[in-house]
């Protein structure tokens, strides 16, 4: 909706646009020595700051890591509401243990732009350290995007311990 905002623009070419966007994302994970590697939080939240800054409701991802923290994939993990977004663990590793990931950074967004931490989250980091630890996949991060920002958890040590 907001590229038809932009003169020229129409639905069908805001459309294209969107696909050639994801169509690119999707090639650059294809082969194993162009897939980018996170080496710091803010190379994590640059992958989707510009997806997931922009959403008007919650939304969860995990960026899939191999044992060098190339991607392997970024899938969404959940979409939620306005102003919260709640699944279970299980649902968060499912595709971490499909893809073989040796660790996960999980990202999520919080729509009215300001990326600070709530209890819930802390809470949550907590939780999702705990299940990585059982299942042997490090939680590496838990970031929070906002509008053209974002925290992460792990630098200010919030529930990582």
Request: avoid cysteine; charged fraction near 25%; hydrophobic fraction near 45%.
């Amino acid at each position: 909706r907001d590229l038809t905002q932009v003169r020229g623009i129409g639905i069908v070419k805001a459309i294209e646009l969107k696909a050639a966007i994801e169509l690119g994302r999707r090639a650059a994970l294809a082969t194993p020595e162009a897939r980018p590697q996170v080496k710091t939080p803010a190379d994590a939240a640059q992958l989707l700051m510009s997806d997931m800054g922009v959403l008007e409701h919650e939304a969860i991802r995990t960026v899939l890591l191999d044992t060098r923290n190339r991607v392997l994939a970024v899938p969404m993990i959940y979409r939620g509401s306005l102003n919260s977004a709640s699944l279970r663990m299980a649902e968060l590793f499912k595709e971490a243990i499909r893809t073989n990931a040796a660790s996960v950074i999980v990202v999520h967004n919080h729509p009215s732009g300001d990326p600070a931490p709530s209890g819930d989250d802390v809470h949550v980091t907590r939780e999702l350290i705990k299940a990585g630890k059982i299942l042997e996949i490090d939680v590496l991060d838990h970031i929070i995007i906002g509008h053209n920002r974002f925290t992460s958890l792990k630098e200010r040590g919030m529930g990582f311990e």
